[in-house]
């Protein structure tokens, strides 16, 4: 056995050894002064050295006492996400290559020649997960509802969890439902058959009564939303804050009349808010939550265009003619448009239907003494 003094210079000629690419003169030093190796061995020098001769067994032995001394060491596992993908081990190596990922993420730094094996460790992982998400498809079934679709998902990373996040008000209890049944609303039929008027109400104010959806508002910090003051996403407005727009009412009667079916909220200085919403070629909204988890915001089709979208959570689709949409915007969610021409919407909320009045009207309060606070 090498005593201290021959340990250290075995372990320096070792290193030397390995940096001038002789892996088998470096792993003789180094196994010979692991024999009296102290706290600070370098395992990591002996598992690539044992790695590079093809000693697969001692190089994950050595990287083992690496591990077992420093759970976190990025370079550590990654080598041994590699070792367990070469001994026919995926699932192992997807957990060692992801929890190298997490630590790089973290800020936990990457040594420069590993690198390369981090980017391999990510694209290992996405192809474990596809591979994962077709076998748990080929033993559960196809014959799946909506829900269990969504949680095999889930399960394989195809997907994330969206829940509500609203920016002012939680309402505890309620059901996370990104995109609602249309058919549950059954008013929504009678504003559809008003599309096509409101369309022609909409051509022919089109240059006019619209104005930046993300404003900056007097004695109020200016919104960090690169879509500040820009006509990109505009609004035409018919409520604003629980106000008729009495002019742009007095212009538009069929979709005064839309509006009508719809049973908008009342809450004074709060809602309703009922308007054309209007999204420029080449705009997106970015992902974002809105203010309350009690509404559901409605979008029925004024005027459709290609390539204009709304994802919810993990749900994308497109505006069509004929085609309303319910959702929670509590949910994360952003809008594209894509094509070459304008997208129109006629956008309102309406409570939550699982709000009891009781709530409402006490919710309506809420934002009453929210409003009335601090005001002479």
Known sequence: MAGPSDAHRAISEGLAALQARDPARAAALLRDAAASAGED????????????????????????????????????????????????????????????????????????????LLTHGQRFIAALQGDYGAHL???????????MREAIDLLTGKSQVYLQHPSVFYYPGLPQKWFYETADFPWLEPMLDLSPAMRNEYLARVESGFEPYVQHRANRPAPNNPLLG???????????????????????????????????????????NALWSRLLPGARIAPHYGMLNTRLICHVPVKTAPGCSLRVGNDRREWTDGTAFVFDDSIEH????????????????????????????????IFQAIDSFGIN
Request: with cysteine; charged share 20%.
């Open 137 to 147: 498809r080929e033993v559960v079934g196809d014959v799946l509802s909506p829900a």
């Open 230 to 272: 820009k006509m990109d996403w505009s609004a035409h407005y018919f409520w604003q804050d629980g106000s008729l727009v009495e002019g742009n009412a007095a212009a538009c009667p069929a979709t005064m009349q839309a509006l009508g079916h719809a049973p908008l909220p009342h809450v004074p200085g709060r809602a309703p």
């Open 41 to 116: 061995f370098p395992w990591m020098a002996l598992g690539n050295a044992e790695l590079a001769l093809g000693n697969l067994d001692a190089a994950e032995t050595a990287i083992d006492r690496e591990l077992k001394r420093d759970t976190r060491d990025v370079g550590a596992l990654l080598v041994k996400g590699h070792l367990r993908e070469r001994l026919g081990d995926p699932r192992a190596a997807s957990s060692f290559y992801q929890a190298a990922a997490n630590q790089a993420a973290a800020g936990s730094p990457v040594p420069p020649p590993l690198a390369g």
């Open 334 to 365: 952003e809008a594209f448009n894509t094509g070459p021409e304008s997208r129109v919407i006629l956008l309102f909320e309406i409570w939550r239907p699982e709000i009891p009045p009781e709530d409402r009207e006490a919710i309506a309060r």
